[in-house]
């Protein structure tokens, strides 16, 4: 395990440098990354100088959704930049997969470590600076617990989400292509969870409650976050099952890793 | 005569390579379609707050949803990064030897790929959402005219921005940078993200002195009969305006660019 940690610290260390080379180049994606981003908040603020709330939701409160949804997702994509299906299916496509499995490190660890794009701290930064701007635009209420279980939240959604990027670059062993779909659920999630579940169709509320339970990563955690009562009375406890739905997603991501890794079948390129 | 011909074969094999790719295709649709209801549910409960925005109706707020979901592969919407690639590979220097103007040549080229995803994304998925929410169409054949008239116009304009920002490869190897950030205001000023009735009126009284408004927001409020009348033609017009100013910008850039351009053979 340990040893693994170090092999995977040394990957990124060698990916980080080669990206620092062109110094220019680094900065212009990174300030550039921000302003994507920063746009999307930028839109949302905007249009709410105009009408106030979303759903009974204020400024302040769809920034919190939206800020840790952005800071989780960026995370995720600079720490899982590997997994990402779109680059992913080209280490398949090209037989570059043949030498990570022959090598006595576990796949998952180099490929993890193939690749951390740095510029996606750009995204982190914006994420961030909202997240914590919404703390002083609904004046947060802050108990021990909050402040121990808000890490716990954004880990959940870095997990949860990094799950996807696994099972979508495992599905591309097959396909060879990238499969555009599973864009649905990874930016499709980070969208449903920028805003309150109560504003979906009951349709998509139950698919993304029972069966991709995103709204236990975002919703419901908001909910105790803000003081706020669910109007579909709640019990106490669905705030807190985030870590629980994170863990879940990862390890059946995995199985399916290892599911798909058996049945590989390299393209001989 | 004879290069409207080559720019029309272009524009046909753009098609053809197009229509292959149609698992790609039904991929982007279900997205695309996906989108469509997060953004939806988030326009339904603005128009809550307040039924009637500047003119502006839930319908109508609902049918800019489905349309900027539906024209997301025939406006580019993620923006284009063709032609600065050729730049950096070199490969321009081919298509500069073809009897075309560089401009129209990658015209037609987009063109092609636009109207495929036009009639198969495009239609599609304004059919599908309209089973689940109202969709404004133009209530007379006239209407149907000039809102097709100003999408052209605005698939122009919208163009002829695209083309630029991939100019900028001539002086930077950072265009792809420069591309996302400039793509970003294409998105957010043409109203792809938002209607521009629902921002404030100071930011989109702003915004109309920029071109962006008229590659989305003019055709989709002349479509619906938002705008209608006699306040048409300055809509259409700015329209014109735009398209001719950004090609003439465009080639002046370019040549400024290729006479600065050096292809390394091997």
């Known amino acids: ?269 | 005569m004879e290069t409207m011909r080559l720019y029309l074969r272009v524009m046909k094999l753009s098609i053809l390579q197009q229509v292959t790719y149609r698992t790609a295709l039904l991929a982007g649709l279900a997205t695309n379609f996906f989108f469509g209801l997060l953004r939806a549910a988030v326009l339904l409960a603005l128009f809550q707050v307040q039924p009637v925005v500047n003119g502006m109706t839930q319908a109508e707020g609902l049918t800019f949803v489905a349309f900027s979901q539906a024209l997301i592969a025939f406006l580019f919407i993620f923006g284009t990064y063709d032609v600065m690639n050729t730049v950096y590979t070199g490969s321009i220097g081919a298509d500069l030897a073809r009897p075309m103007d560089l401009f129209f040549y990658w015209m037609a080229r987009d063109f092609g790929a636009s109207l495929v995803n036009l009639v198969i994304r495009g239609v599609v998925l304004v059919a599908v959402f309209s089973v689940f929410y109202p969709v404004v169409m133009p209530a007379t054949i006239g209407q149907w005219g000039v809102g097709l008239v100003s999408l052209l116009l605005g698939w122009g304009v919208n163009y002829a921005f695209r083309f630029l920002v991939n100019l900028t490869a001539f002086w930077t190897p950072d265009a792809r940078g420069i591309g996302r950030a400039a793509y970003t205001m294409l998105m957010m000023f043409s109203g792809f993200l938002m209607p521009m009735r629902l921002y404030p009126d100071w930011f989109s009284r702003l915004v109309a002195l920029t071109p962006f408004p008229s590659t989305f927001n003019t055709p989709m409020e002349i479509f619906m009969g938002l705008l209608k009348g006699p306040e048409v033609i300055p809509a259409l017009i700015t329209q014109v305006g735009w398209l001719v100013a950004l090609w003439l910008l465009a080639r002046v850039v370019l040549r400024r660019g290729l006479s600065k351009l050096v292809i390394q053979g091997g």
């Open chain 1, 1 to 269: 395990m340990l040893r693994n940690l170090g092999m995977y610290f040394r990957l990124v260390g060698c990916d980080l440098r080669s990206q620092m080379t062109f110094r220019l180049s680094f900065w212009i994606d990174l300030f550039s990354t921000m302003a994507v981003n920063a746009s999307m908040f930028a839109s949302l603020y905007l249009v709410l100088e105009r009408f106030g709330n979303i759903g009974g939701w204020g400024l302040g409160e769809l920034a919190f959704l939206y800020g840790l949804a952005e800071t989780s997702f960026g995370l995720m994509d600079m720490i899982f930049s590997g997994f990402d299906y779109d680059y992913f299916s080209t280490l398949v496509r090209e037989g570059r997969l043949d030498q990570i499995l022959l090598r006595p490190v576990p796949p998952a660890v180099q490929v993890m470590g193939h690749r951390f794009v740095l510029r996606r701290v750009g995204r982190i930064l914006q994420g961030a600076a909202v997240l914590i701007l919404s703390f002083f635009l609904v004046d947060m209420f802050w108990t021990p617990l909050k402040v121990a279980f808000l890490p716990v939240v954004l880990a959940s959604q870095v997990v949860a989400m990094g799950a996807l990027f696994i099972a979508g670059s495992t599905l591309t062993i097959w396909t060879i292509q990238r499969v555009e779909a599973i864009n649905i659920l990874t930016y499709g999630g980070v969208e449903l969870m920028s805003y309150p579940a109560s504003i979906y169709p009951r349709a998509l509320r139950a698919i993304f409650t029972y069966i991709l339970p995103f709204f236990f990563l975002s919703y419901y955690p908001a909910l105790f976050f803000l003081d706020k009562t669910d109007p579909l009375g709640l019990p106490v406890w669905p705030p807190f099952l985030a870590p629980m739905v994170a863990g879940g997603m990862l390890w059946l991501a995995l199985r399916f890793w290892k599911f798909g890794l058996k049945h590989y079948q390299s393209t001989g390129s």
